[in-house]
């Protein structure tokens, strides 16, 4: 009895192992090509959206049905209504969503830029070498350095919603890797640290902030040419909570 057990721990030891290692390669293979449609996406917009993309087609595999069984008799078959995750979150931002540091608020969400273009982000000026944080649960599609936004993570959460977060100096996660709201993203430059954040779904930007723990914001991105309120684009350098009070609904 005691070999039998013996056995069995030996046998799950290396299904462990293969599985581990299995799981690494899947991994290291995904990076892979995260790096590669990092280096062929023409500018960052362009690597978002094909990653978000990829997450959307993940997900409507995920939300198929499965095999249907025939049944004893056909004329007792009955429809079954299938309701997809998406479907629900269409309009919600992922539960929780908070911001991934504490800071000042140096721009705001939809405020015009030199170029007359609007804002799709927040950009905050945290304390330096703050550790910045996942917003929200979700799985991480790209880490690592990008081209003129220093270190950069993107994480794809359920319903279709996708975090982008630029101006880390260090990344501490890899692509494939699970999070939890509030997880350690990374950490914030030394000196004159700066980190924006932006939300999208389906190719566009919505602003999510939560001031406290189920408060907060929903606005979806104005497009060119479309002013948001001017408190809202006039006030800056001031802690997000003291603009943005609307609850969500």
């Known amino acids: 009895m005691l070999e039998a057990r013996r056995k069995e721990l030996a046998a799950l030891e290396t299904r462990q192992r293969l599985d581990a290692r299995r799981a690494s390669g899947d991994a290291a293979r995904e990076a892979q090509r995260a790096l590669a449609l990092a280096e062929e996406a023409r500018d960052l917009n362009g690597l978002v959206a094909t990653l978000d993309a990829a997450g959307n087609l993940r997900e409507r595999l995920a939300a198929l049905p499965g095999p249907i069984i025939r049944p004893p008799r056909p004329e007792e078959s009955r429809v079954i209504a299938v309701q997809t995750q998406a479907a629900a979150a ?16 140096v721009t705001g969400f939809g405020a015009p830029t ?17 550790q910045v944080v996942a917003p929200a649960a ?15 993570a993107i994480i794809e ?29 990374g950490i914030a430059a030394p000196t004159r640290p700066l980190i924006t954040l932006e939300l999208r779904r389906d190719g566009a930007r919505w602003n999510s902030l939560a001031s406290t723990a189920g408060s907060g914001i929903l606005l979806h991105a104005p497009s060119s040419g479309v002013k948001l309120p001017g408190a809202i684009q006039a ?10 009070k609307v609850p969500l609904r």
Request: hydrophobic share 40%; net charge positive.
């Open 90 to 105: 269409a309009a919600r931002a992922p539960a929780g969503y908070q911001l991934p540091v504490a800071g000042r608020t």
């Open 138 to 152: 979700g799985r991480v599609v790209f880490a690592g350095p990008y081209r003129g936004y220093g270190r950069i």
């Open 157 to 185: 959460h359920e319903g279709g919603w996708t975090t982008l977060v630029t101006g880390m100096a260090r990344v501490d996660v890899v692509v494939g890797q699970q999070l939890v709201r509030g997880a350690p993203l």
């Open 235 to 244: 006030r800056r350098n001031v802690p997000v909570a003291q603009v943005f």
């Open 114 to 130: 030199s170029g007359g273009a609007l804002t799709q982000g927040i950009t905050l000026a945290p304390r330096g070498g703050a």
